[in-house]
């Protein structure tokens, strides 16, 4: 009898041994995808995606802590983080708004349609507002040319954008100095 106390109990420490010292499951999510990858070293960015998608972007303690588990110096997790346009080491805004700076965006106006956004919110590209309901990006292209310039409104592509349309989208979010 005596025997399956100490069994029960030695499970429950290697479980415990096995979580985040937070308790935060999150951890434990990112555990499964690094073991599913064996934790090799060259699934760091399969990892990181994992992270961002459980977390809701990158934050030091979790770069860490894929660092610590990968067996990687966290320069090197830090870099791929930061090197990476889909990685973001701030958290986003309720909405989102991308802006294409591709050529022919650019060429078409998309710069006047970021400029204008950015006046119009007080923020910059890579920039979230004060009261964290909107995040404002750009990407390099969108593979959206034959209708540029082109915004991606929360993950919805609208095409040939002016920069009146794109401010009425965000002021229907009540985003804006004159929402």
């Given at each position: 009898m005596e025997s399956t106390?100490?069994?029960?109990?030695?499970?429950?420490?290697?479980?415990?041994?096995?979580?985040?010292?937070?308790?935060?499951?999150?951890?434990?999510?990112l555990d499964i995808t690094m073991k599913r990858a064996q934790y090799r070293q060259d699934a760091l960015i399969e990892v990181l995606h994992k992270a961002q998608e459980s977390f809701g972007f990158l934050e030091e303690d979790v770069l860490l802590y894929v660092a610590r588990k990968l067996k990687l110096p966290l320069s090197r997790v830090f870099g791929v983080a930061t090197f990476y346009h889909l990685f973001s080491l701030k958290p986003s805004g309720a909405h989102s708004c991308v802006v294409c700076l591709?050529?022919?965006?650019?060429?078409?106006?998309?710069?006047?349609?970021?400029?204008?956004?950015?006046?119009?919110?007080?923020?910059?590209?890579?920039?979230?507002?004060?009261?964290?309901?909107m995040s404002l990006m750009t990407?390099?292209?969108?593979?959206?040319?034959?209708?540029?310039?082109?915004?991606?409104?929360?993950?919805?592509?609208?095409?040939?954008?002016?920069?009146?349309?794109?401010?009425?989208?965000?002021?229907?979010?009540?985003?804006?100095?004159?929402a």
């Open positions: 106390g100490i069994k029960t109990k030695q499970k429950a420490d290697r479980q415990a041994a096995s979580e985040h010292p937070s308790g935060d499951k999150r951890f434990k999510v591709g050529t022919a965006c650019y060429v078409k106006g998309s710069g006047a349609v970021l400029s204008a956004l950015e006046n119009h919110t007080g923020i910059h590209q890579g920039e979230t507002t004060a009261d964290g309901q990407a390099r292209c969108l593979g959206a040319c034959g209708i540029a310039p082109a915004v991606v409104f929360d993950g919805t592509v609208a095409g040939k954008q002016t920069a009146e349309e794109a401010i009425d989208k965000i002021k229907q979010w009540g985003i804006g100095n004159e």
